[in-house]
């Protein structure tokens, strides 16, 4: 089966722009979606498909792919955006799907 | 609105079973296939897998064979996660999802605490 490989953990400054990467060969055939989770909380899902928002995301929240990476893009780091992310697709090989390892975001 | 509810916090022993439930309204459940998630305390999420909520017939991720069983109950908008044999390191949290080729809603959560 596939892996999703996240960095465990960034830090951003408040207001900054900060990028979360999510590896995995599967990434060349299907987008990825993007999840956060903050403490205690059930995921909330941010981005999906080519650079798609849920109704009530921020518009600071933006996605790209290219090749075997996909990309969440905070632009404008708030408080409230201090959580773990998490990217998501399918596997190449079967109706199976995966998640990323996760990331800490930390808003300083 | 779409909601999915799920039962509340289990306390079970080694050896013992556990059927959580989730249950699904504001939305037509035939349309969506209902995903299971686990995370272990201070862990990432595992997809468990998923069940198609027209036919039924469930698919389990690697390293959910076995022990873990998907079920519906259609009459009550209802899938349910029965996990046998359980370890202390079945501890985590349990989540259901709907999924229309990506998890838009999601349950609360269930608490599965196993220990003697």
């Known amino acids: 089966s596939s892996e999703l490989t996240q960095d465990p953990a960034v830090s951003v400054a408040l207001g900054q722009i900060v990028r979360i990467t999510c590896q995995g060969d599967?990434?060349?055939?299907?987008?990825a979606s993007w999840y956060q989770q903050k403490p205690g909380q059930a995921p909330v899902l941010v981005i999906y498909?080519?650079?798609l928002r849920p109704s009530g995301i921020p518009d600071r929240f933006s996605g790209s792919s290219s090749g075997n990476t996909a990309s969440l893009t905070i632009t404008g780091a708030q408080a409230e955006d201090e959580a773990d992310y998490y990217c998501?697709?399918?596997?190449?090989?079967?109706?199976?799907?995966?998640f990323g390892t996760g990331t800490k975001v930390t808003v300083l | 609105q779409v909601q999915l509810v799920q039962s509340g916090s289990e306390l079970k022993k080694p050896g013992a079973s556990v059927k959580i439930s989730c249950k699904a309204s504001?939305?037509?459940?035939?349309?969506?296939?209902v995903n299971w998630v686990r995370q272990a305390p201070g862990q990432g999420l595992e997809w468990m897998g998923w069940?198609?909520?027209?036919?039924?017939?469930?698919t389990y991720a690697q390293g959910f064979t076995g022990r873990f069983v998907f079920s519906l109950d259609t009459s009550v908008n209802t899938a349910y996660l029965q996990i046998s044999s359980l370890k202390a390191e079945d501890t985590a949290m349990y989540y259901c999802?709907?999924?229309?080729?990506?998890?838009?809603?999601w349950g609360q959560g269930t608490l599965v605490t196993v220990s003697s």
């Open positions: 999802a709907r999924k229309l080729g990506l998890f838009d809603y």
């Open positions: 504001g939305y037509g459940f035939s349309y969506y296939a």
């Open positions: 069940i198609n909520t027209n036919t039924g017939n469930p």
């Open positions: 599967n990434l060349r055939t299907y987008y």
């Open positions: 498909g080519k650079n």
């Open positions: 998501n697709s399918r596997d190449n090989s079967d109706n199976h799907y995966v």
